[in-house]
């Protein structure tokens, strides 16, 4: 988290406002991306927790994994908003993010509740966790609504409480979760370099574009591993090996 | 519609205030059993049209869907905060209206975008004119609740527009849809009148309790008419023989 603090909250880190870098062709391609990649990772996102509130045991769970989804469908229509402020086509910027985010959904249907909770709470963080990273190479607008947008949205202390619960109440629960918890990381990392390998405009704002100072491959093999230990660490909160 | 004319809109058929009204227990439980009613249909349509957006031909549909899934949800989270404020436990008020309307959507699952479409903007519709003719024997404080909860969330223009340029596209598909909307109204009818037979304060409430005037069974019969054929006319607007 190194790169957060140094940059994300940090004048002296900025690049300049929108206006600004989207001068340059492209810097306003790769923040289209990323922008599209999170408007359709939180519309996905919604699909995903309505589905899942099927699985809820009583109907507080339901109406607490529905309030969540609501949130994200809120931030989807932010990052809508913004997308049509700046002159783009939501829909045309969210295609490409459209097959690798639902790979990563298909392949990490949970099968039930819990799994489904541990994919919410895990999923979230991982995203997070990547945004709070390019955040500091970002224009101020830009950083402003990615920040927003990635506020917690009660994810994580709902879903910490019933895992603990599932497992206090069945040891062997937790030995299951763990192995869920590791495939989902294993996902995630695997649709994220092949969003990064796909999409050059993105891939330069990761690797240093003309407004990005000191940042290379090496950079962003070091987040990404930045990322898989704040995964362990969540993992060991949720009471789980990982 | 003549009943929410005289009455809906209109201060001099008040019963008074939510304080005044509720010192009746049987006034009480029926407004309860009303707002369990409300809450579980806002939570049950929100699950139904999230999972509706699954159907959707492309992501500005999706996202339309997604839209009016996340209205419903705050719908219910001002009845839940209603329920909490006035001392009732919102999940035991809801729970005897869970069989009911699961029942009704699993005999009317949609199997496709199209029946889907049609299905949120019946049910919709038909709800709303329930809660409107009901609202004219409501107390004010819970009359102002019931109608701002039953404010359009956007559905009837999107459904009328999508399904009137499929039938334009496709004259076979009106027949089928007509069939649809037929069961849809059935269903409703069947489930309501179950939960009118089941749920004695609520039919108190229908036929005339401590606090209504000139209410009777027989009233209610052309309640239910009335409604049927405000259905009847919302077929006909969508292109529909009902």
């Not at 900025?14 to 939180?42: F, H, K, N, Q």
């Not at 909770?117 to 955040?135: C, M, N, P, Q, S």
Request: with cysteine; aromatic share 8%.
């Amino acid at each position: 988290m190194e790169t957060q603090e140094s940059g994300a909250g940090n004048p002296i880190g900025s690049i300049g406002d929108w206006t600004a870098c989207a001068a340059d062709p492209g810097y306003r391609a790769a923040v289209l991306d990323l922008l599209g990649a999170l408007a359709y990772g939180e519309l996905s996102a919604f699909e995903r927790l309505a589905e899942d509130a099927k699985f809820a045991p009583g109907l507080a769970d339901k109406a607490a994994l529905a309030r969540m989804a609501s949130a994200e469908f809120q931030h989807y229509q932010l990052l809508h908003d913004r997308l049509v402020e700046v002159g783009a086509d939501p829909t045309e910027v969210m295609s490409p993010f459209v097959e690798p985010l639902e790979s990563f959904h298909r392949m990490t249907a949970p099968s039930d509740w819990l799994e489904g909770l541990v994919k919410a709470y895990v999923g979230d963080a991982i995203a997070t966790d990547f945004y709070r990273e390019v955040a500091v190479r970002l224009d101020d607008d830009t950083r402003e609504l990615v920040l927003r947008v990635m506020a917690d949205t009660g994810h994580a202390q709902f879903a910490v409480d019933r895992v603990r619960q599932a497992i206090e109440a069945d040891g062997r629960v937790g030995g299951r979760l763990a192995l869920w918890g590791r495939r989902l990381m294993g996902e995630a990392l695997s649709q994220a370099q092949r969003v990064v390998a796909q999409r050059d405009a993105l891939s330069n704002l990761l690797v240093g574009g003309a407004h990005v100072q000191g940042f290379d491959l090496v950079e962003v093999g070091k987040m990404f591993n930045r990322i898989t230990e704040a995964h362990t660490k969540r993992m060991a909160v949720l009471g789980l090996a990982s």
